[in-house]
DNA sequence: TGTACATCAGTGAACGCGCGTTCACTGATGTAC
DNA sequence: TGTACATCAGTGAACGCGCGTTCACTGATGTAC
C-alpha cells in the first residue's frame, strides 16, 4: 500500500511522535529531523504547521504536563472511598502527591520535557493542569476542615515544592542519599501533611 | 605585549571560562569552541588537558555545586550569634535554606549547572559539599535537643528536596502562583520548619 | 455532471552553521652530560 | 656553562556530522460555473 501524497493529520502525528522521542531522550531528542523520519515526511513539511521546532516542543511539553495531571487524577481516583469524607479527602491528597513523584521517576525524560524552558507558547493551556487539581485537592481540604484557610495561602507552594524537588532528586538521583524510592516519596508525602499541619494518617 | 606560545596554566583557564559561559548560559553553554575563543587558544588545545568536553563539564558543574555550598556557609556565618545555642542553630538552619533558594534565583544558569546529568566524573568530590553542611547543621539540631533522632533520619531528604523544589520552581517561574520570591522562599524555609516539628521562631 | 483553476500540503535539494574530534606539525621547555 | 635531545603544550587545517530553515517545485484536493 503506497503512502498517500497528503499526510491527512501531520499535525497530530507531528506532536505524537515527538512524545515518542521526548519520552525516550528527554525535550533534547525533539528534532525537526527525527519528526520527520518518524512520520514518514520530508523535514519541510513540518513546517506547513509550525512555525518552528520550538512551537512543536511546546505542544509536546504540554503534553507532558497533561500526562502528569492525569496521572495526579487517576491516583486519586483509585483511593477506595471510607464513607468518611475527611479521612478520604485526606487519603486523596496523599495519593496525588505519591503520583506526582511516581510519574517523575518513571518518566523522567516526560519530567524534564514537561519543565523545559521554551520559548513558545502552546496554542492552548494545559487540561487538565496539575496546578488546579492540587488547589481542588487543597480546596477539599478546607472545606472538610483539615486546612485552615491561613495555611490555605501558601499550601499550593509549599506542596508543589517539596513534591517536585523529591520527583527531581529522585529522578536524577542528584544526592547521596541512600534510601529506597518509595522510602523518599512517602517522607515527601509526609512532609507536606506535617507542613500544611494536616493531622496525621 | 605577545601572548606566549605555552598558556602556562590552561585546565585552570579552561574551567574558569567554562564557568562564565555556564553562568551566562547554563550548561549547554559550554563548548569546546566558545571555551578556545575565550581562553585565546584553539579547540584542539584543550585535548591536552580533558579527553573530552563532557570532562570539563564535569568540572564546571562541580564548581557550581561548590558555589552554592559556599553560599549556604556564608549565609551561616552571616547569623548573629545570640549566645543561646539552640536558638542560634535554628537560625543558621532556616539562613541556609533562604540561601540555597536565592542561590537559585540569582544564579539560575549556575544552578542549572550544578545539576546537569554528566556522564564524566570531575576528578575529585566537591568541597565543601552541600549535603554535608546540611548534614552537620541538621546534627547541630540534634544536638541542641531540637531535631529528634527520628525525624533526623529523613531530615536531609526533606529539606533538601523542599528547598530544591522551590528553588527550581522560582527560578524557571513554573508554576502560576503569585507570591514574590521572598514570600516563597520564606514559605519553603518555614515548611522544613514544620515538618522538622522545629519549634517556630 | 464535467471541467478549469485556485488552494493546499507535500517534496527534495540546498544553504550555512557550529559542533566535537583527529592528526601531522611546530615551537618552547627542561634535563643529562 | 654549553649543547643535544626528549618531552611537553600548543597550532591550524580538516573531517564528518546533524541541525534548522528556505525555496522553487509538484501532486492532490475541492470548488465555481
Do not use: K
Not at 6 to 12: A, I, T, V, Y
Not at 176 to 197: H, I
Request: with cysteine; charged share 25%; proline share 6%.
Amino acid at each position: 500500500m503506497e503512502r498517500p501524497y497528503h499526510h491527512g493529520n501531520l499535525r497530530s502525528a507531528l506532536i505524537a511522535e515527538g512524545v515518542r522521542l521526548a519520552r525516550a531522550g528527554g525535550p533534547a531528542a525533539v528534532t525537526i529531523r527525527d519528526l520527520a523520519r518518524a512520520t514518514g515526511v520530508s523535514p519541510s513539511a513540518a513546517y506547513r504547521h509550525f512555525p518552528d521546532v520550538d512551537h512543536i516542543l511546546a505542544e509536546i511539553s504540554r503534553t507532558a504536563r497533561q500526562e502528569l495531571a492525569t496521572a495526579m487524577i487517576d491516583a486519586c481516583r483509585a483511593v477506595p472511598g471510607t464513607g468518611d469524607a475527611a479521612r478520604d479527602a485526606l487519603s486523596e491528597f496523599a495519593a496525588m502527591g505519591e503520583a506526582y513523584i511516581r510519574y517523575g521517576i518513571a518518566e523522567s525524560n516526560m519530567f524534564d520535557t514537561a519543565f523545559v524552558p521554551c520559548e513558545a507558547q502552546p496554542d492552548e493551556p494545559e487540561s487538565p493542569s496539575a496546578w488546579e487539581v492540587l488547589c481542588r485537592a487543597l480546596d477539599d481540604l478546607v472545606e472538610v476542615g483539615l486546612l485552615s484557610a491561613e495555611r490555605r495561602v501558601d499550601a499550593p507552594l509549599i506542596a508543589w515544592a517539596t513534591v517536585h524537588g523529591m520527583a527531581s532528586i529522585l529522578s536524577r538521583r542528584a544526592i547521596p542519599d541512600t534510601s529506597s524510592d518509595e522510602q523518599a516519596t512517602w517522607a515527601a508525602v509526609s512532609a507536606v501533611q506535617r507542613a500544611l499541619e494536616l493531622p496525621g494518617e
